[in-house]
Nanobody, 127 residues
């Protein structure tokens, strides 16, 4: 049974930093792409970052490049999202997710491309 449990959300000032954690169980990182997504009220869920160990690929939208970093601690089965230089528009519920790789190692860093989701953790960026 795949489980993803986020933690680390909270209130942070603009320009500040947070590190989100996602405790993962029930799957091997080598077989799945992992990612972080976010959803603000009235907006669709959007990708923040995805990563695949199959080809060592990492994806960030341009707005997150240089500010957000996805990483894993495989020994601890934990996925991290380091968020720096946070902006009010980063306010959202953040979800970690996992999507099973195809046999060729491909995946889609998208809502439909992920098979499993955590319940989310709220990040509020405000003064």
């Amino acid at each position: 049974q795949v489980q993803l449990v986020e933690s680390g959300g909270g209130l942070v000032q603009p320009g500040g930093s947070l590190r989100l954690s996602c405790a993962a169980s029930g799957f091997a990182f080598d077989d799945y792409a992992i990612g972080w997504f976010r959803q603000a009220p009235g907006k669709e869920r959007e990708a923040v970052s995805c990563s695949s160990s199959f080809d060592a690929s990492t994806f960030y939208p341009d707005s997150m490049k240089g500010r957000f970093t996805i990483s894993t601690d495989n020994a601890k089965n934990t996925i991290y999202l380091q968020m720096n230089m946070l902006k009010p528009e980063d306010t959202a519920v953040y979800y970690c997710a996992a999507g099973k790789l195809t046999i060729s190692g491909s995946y889609s860093c998208s809502y439909l491309g992920m098979n499993y989701w955590g319940k989310g953790t709220l990040v509020t960026v405000s003064s």
